[in-house]
C-alpha cells in the first residue's frame, strides 16, 4: 500500500472525503460504488467495486467461446479495465485499461459497430495489429457493467452473424449478473 500523506478526519454523520486527486487518479465518479475491506492491524481498505468481477469465469469461458465462433478476438470489460480476454495476448490485454473511446460507449449505452473499413478505429490492441470493430454494453438491473468488444485486423468490419455473436454474449453476461 502506497502512503499519499492525506489526512481527513471523519465528520459527526460518520463520512470522510476522498481528495479530488485521489478520485481523478483512481478514476472514481460520483456514484461509483466501493467495497469496504477491514485489516486485522486496524486498516480500512476501499476498493471500487466490480459487478463483473464476480463473473471472471463466467467471463472467461464467454470470451474464449466468442473468439472460437466468430474467429476474432473478444474482450470482456468492467467500467475500468479488461478482465477476461479470449484470443492471443490475453496476460498483455488483461487488467489493462479501458479508453476514453470505450467509457463514452459505456455512457451512452449503445452499441458501437465499425461500419466501413476506412472508419476511424476507437481502440487498438497490439499497436495496429488489432482494432475494436464491436462494442456492447452488458446491462444488468438498469446499470452499465462493462462493455464485450471484438477486435479485427485494421481494414475489417464485423459480419451480421458476428454482430449477433457480440450481442448476444453480452446478453448472457448480463443475465448472469442478475441471477
Given at each position: 500500500?502506497?502512503a499519499t500523506?492525506v ?6 454523520l ?10 481523478r ?14 485489516e486485522h492491524?486496524g486498516?480500512?481498505v ?18 474464449d467461446?466468442?473468439y472460437?465462433v ?13 478482465v ?8 498483455e ?7 476514453g473511446?470505450?467509457?463514452e460507449i ?6 458501437y459497430f ?7 478505429n476507437i481502440y487498438?490492441?497490439?499497436?495496429a495489429?488489432?482494432a ?7 446491462i444488468?438491473?438498469?446499470?452499465c457493467a462493462?462493455?464485450?468488444a471484438?477486435?479485427?485486423?485494421d481494414?475489417q ?14 446478453t448472457l453476461?448480463?443475465?448472469?449478473l442478475?441471477s
Amino acid at each position: 500500500m502506497r502512503a499519499t500523506g492525506v489526512v481527513r478526519r471523519i465528520d459527526d454523520l460518520g463520512r470522510i472525503v476522498i481528495p479530488k486527486e485521489i478520485r481523478r487518479t483512481m478514476r472514481m465518479k460520483e456514484g461509483d460504488p466501493l467495497e469496504i475491506f477491514t485489516e486485522h492491524s486496524g486498516e480500512i481498505v476501499l476498493k471500487k467495486y466490480s459487478m463483473m468481477a464476480q463473473l471472471s469465469n463466467f467471463s472467461r469461458s464467454y470470451a474464449d467461446s466468442l473468439y472460437k465462433v466468430s474467429g476474432l478476438c473478444c474482450a470482456v470489460c468492467d467500467t475500468d479495465s479488461v478482465v477476461a480476454f479470449g484470443g492471443p495476448g490475453r496476460k498483455e490485454a488483461l487488467g489493462s485499461p479501458i479508453t476514453g473511446e470505450i467509457e463514452e460507449i459505456i455512457s451512452s449505452r449503445m452499441s458501437y459497430f465499425k461500419q466501413f473499413p476506412g472508419e476511424k478505429n476507437i481502440y487498438t490492441h497490439h499497436g495496429a495489429q488489432s482494432a475494436v470493430v464491436g462494442v456492447t454494453p452488458i446491462i444488468s438491473s438498469g446499470d452499465c457493467a462493462g462493455v464485450v468488444a471484438l477486435l479485427a485486423e485494421d481494414g475489417q468490419t464485423l459480419t451480421e452473424t458476428q454482430k449477433k455473436l457480440l450481442v448476444l454474449t453480452a446478453t448472457l453476461l448480463a443475465g448472469n449478473l442478475e441471477s
